[in-house]
């Protein structure tokens, strides 16, 4: 599975940003997909993930109620909707595959896209 994602950039605090990774070269439907981020000097942290079968998506609770994560399977695509953003949503964001499942470990994590980083001045 290859992996790329954008959207990100610089925002104000209080600010938006919708992320997206496109995912090509196996069936998508079949992977679990997240959002992790890693600020700089810290370790990759869970954002959000969306399970494979129903959408089913858990939150870490840093962003919970702020950020939605959703996919479409017709366009291989997940999204990342950040809404209220804060100065400590300030990092790079990776978009990653699981297969057949989902994880808050990064570390069980099959695939990565670039990451695409996130600014939010206070």
């Known amino acids: 599975v290859q992996l790329q994602a954008s959207g990100g950039g610089l925002v104000q605090a209080g600010g938006s940003l919708r992320l997206s990774c496109a995912a090509s070269?196996?069936?998508?439907?079949?992977?679990?997909m997240g959002w992790f981020r890693q600020a700089p000097g810290k370790e990759r942290e869970f954002v959000a993930i969306i399970h494979w079968i129903g959408g089913i998506a858990y939150y870490a609770d840093s962003v919970k109620g702020r950020f939605t994560i959703s996919r479409d399977n017709a366009k291989n695509t997940v999204y990342l909707q950040m809404d209220s953003l804060k100065p400590e949503d300030t990092a790079v964001y990776y978009c990653?595959?699981?297969?057949?499942?989902?994880?808050?470990?990064?570390?069980?994590?099959?695939?990565w896209g670039q990451g695409t980083l996130v600014t939010v001045s206070s």
């Open positions: 070269g196996r069936t998508f439907s079949n992977y679990g």
């Open positions: 990653g595959a699981m297969r057949a499942g989902t994880s808050m470990d990064y570390r069980s994590w099959n695939y």
